[in-house]
């Protein structure tokens, strides 16, 4: 490796530490002074290079930019090291709502009670304060009702460039018949007209969780 490569992966090492959110090559390429497609071929080498050596860490391409992330293989230990890791974590009831708004956004809070059967009010607004649930337009069909949708940070969090890397529904139900009434339950909920809210496309940082769902 020649001593201006090596110079540039530095430094774009050196700005993914300090990165506290994914960032794009555009925005690298910008502040290093040097052409995006030199700064998209370093981050694929350097993500190629933490793979094969089995580093501690990765460089994951993830909502619309690229973010360091510790190795799943070591997650059990940093989690047992980060003290406060415990308060991150989500609740069941959270997930469930979470996993509604991720596979059938936009959908009302109406939509979101009717697939899990209880109230989600509470859970969708804890959603909201962590950052990971955003409001995403009104159901003119349902009284003008808020649609959430899922965030910027939804994606980071969970690791995924982009909707489409969510996993298969069936993954998650543990029979044909469970997974045939989530179906169910999903499509019931189509036929909304959408007044969709473009301009809260940015409004998705995550915000620190104060360990409540």
Known sequence: MNHKKAQLQGVVEALLFVSDEPVGASRLAKVIDVS?????????????EYATADRG??????AGGWRLYTHPAYHQQVEEYVLSWDTRRLSQAALEALAVIAYHQPVSRQGVNAVRGVNSEAVISS??????VREAGRDKNAGNAILYGTTRAFLERFGLKDLGELPPLEEFAPDPDTERAIRERLNALDGSVLNLDEDREGEDELEGDDGSD
């Not at 497609?37 to 370093?42: Q, W």
């Not at 860490?57 to 993830?62: A, G, K, N, S, Y």
């Open 57 to 62: 860490f990765q460089l994951r391409e993830v």
């Open 127 to 132: 959603l909201i304060e962590k950052g990971l």
């Open 36 to 48: 995006q497609a030199s700064v998209e071929a370093t981050l694929h080498a350097l993500a190629e």
